[in-house]
């Protein structure tokens, strides 16, 4: 059971990782959760049965990366309505002032 739900946590926050660096940002948030739940589960089951955390580690270290991400990303997104094209020159006339002497 226990390497099971290594292997689901470490797939889901590999997933989250790959998402977080794509366009597909905002659905990270699904298997970061799935994986951060999986970490608790095995910091549970360490409890009772003495284990290597380095599972655990890695997956709380890559659901970190992949949620820093993705507020990276939701919070510094660059407009894609760039107008990049030529603006005419208005022509404005001016009214003649009087000249003063």
């Not at 926050?13 to 790959?18: K, P, R």
């Not at 409890?47 to 270290?61: E, F, G, R």
Request: net charge negative; hydrophobic share 45%.
């Amino acid at each position: 059971m226990k390497k099971i739900i290594s292997i689901v946590g470490i797939i889901c926050a590999l997933g989250a990782v790959v998402s977080s660096a794509t366009q597909f940002y905002s659905l990270t948030y699904p298997p970061a959760i799935i994986a951060f739940l999986c970490a608790l589960y095995l910091i549970y089951i360490s409890k009772t049965a003495p284990s290597k955390p380095k599972a655990i580690q890695y997956i709380i270290l890559l659901v970190i990366i992949s949620i820093g991400l993705t507020i990276y990303k939701g919070t510094i997104e660059t407009s894609e309505d760039n107008h990049t094209e030529q603006l005419e020159p208005i022509n404005i006339e001016q009214e003649d002032e009087p000249e003063i002497d």
